[in-house]
């Protein structure tokens, strides 16, 4: 999967991988915006083996429960699709709770269903109560809770993908016991409190790696300003996300003015809102990115089969557009093997040593026509927002800025209009 996610995603950020431990358990409780590509992304980032919770509805042919049980996929039941089975979340939460016994990775998503808005859903009390179960097996474990937010520049082909470590919490005994404010030995662990005043301790290292705002009205405009912020710093640092959460709190405290006025200068910057990479363009990468063009249609032509399946699977079938990156990575990723197995066959029937020389170039021919296609999108940006009049487009920059770090206030709109 490394190669497909490489090959799907522009570039790849994961702050603070540095600080999360390389060993003994450890429970990672993330963000959740794209289906099952969230702990696939998890699986490939982290250096260590995950397993993961999936809605258990799927797992009922038991062909299919064989091949996700060999992923490290453990099924959980909701009441909203799998009522009937919620007593079998015992057998799921006992197996996770071995894992973590056994010094395993467990990731979990605790807002439990994956969406794309911009929200903070209720946290569940799964993840906790499969802590406090491991440490009722095992009293001398010290389980470190890791909250990761993950965050797509866009939930499209090539867009970015920003991984963030939180604050890493370790939860053992005496942990719990001074949460309660308990004596050794007179401990608890299933009892409301327990779990409520635990529940609470993760939500509280959980939200700050969350890109979010209270109201669903906003969720478009939050997506906007992030997307600028992308055109002015398409880095990603320490820095650049409390930029982000910054973006946030603000959107989510301004007034119904404030908001207003900011959408309508989001809308006047037209496509120069979703940001490029290349600030400025001279005649010499013109030159060079028109006479690289044979190169880039010889690898598309070579590569745009695999790409336009996907892409016209995940248009068609996908209901939900959370599952949309999913579908067209999977799918993708499956038929560009089958395509070079395709000609690869063709080569060898045929003894055709120019299909077999085809099928070797492919992957670089195709890699290169991505980052060729990438550059030639940026450069048109670029001249989209320079068609602007340039003073136009810097004085509307800078109200939307003045907007957002508040120097101008709902009563300044109201005069202004």
Known sequence: MTPALGWYFRRKFFLGKDRIPVSGPMVIIASHSASFLDAILMGVMMDRPIHFYVRGDIFRRRIVRWIFSQLHMIPVFSADLAKQDLLRNTESFDQGSDILCKGGVLLIFPEGISRLERNLMPFRKSPVR????????????????????????????????????GKIMTIDTQFILGLLKYEEGSIDFYSSRTLSLLTKELKEIFEPVVLYVEQKTRYTLLDRQLSILEAEDPGFS???????????????????????????????????????????????????????????LSGWILNFVPYLFGKYMADTKVTRQDFYTSVQLAVSGVSYILWLIFWMINGLVFQYDLLLGMVLIMPFSGWFAMKWKDYFDDIIIFMKSKSLIRSNYASILEKMENIISGKIKSSELHSQD
């Open 238 to 296: 320490d820095a650049k996300f409390k930029r982000q959460r910054a973006i946030c709190k603000r959107i989510n405290e301004m007034s119904e003015e404030e908001s207003n006025e900011l959408e309508k200068l989001q809308i006047s910057l037209g496509d120069s809102i979703k940001g490029y990479y290349s600030k400025t363009v001279n005649i010499f990468q013109l030159i060079g990115l028109m006479s690289t063009a044979p190169l880039f």
């Open 130 to 165: 499969i802590i406090l179960q491991a440490l009722q097996k095992d009293k001398s474990l010290n389980i470190s809770v890791v909250p990761i937010g993950i965050n797509f520049t866009k939930h499209t082909f090539r867009g970015d993908l920003q991984l963030v470590t």
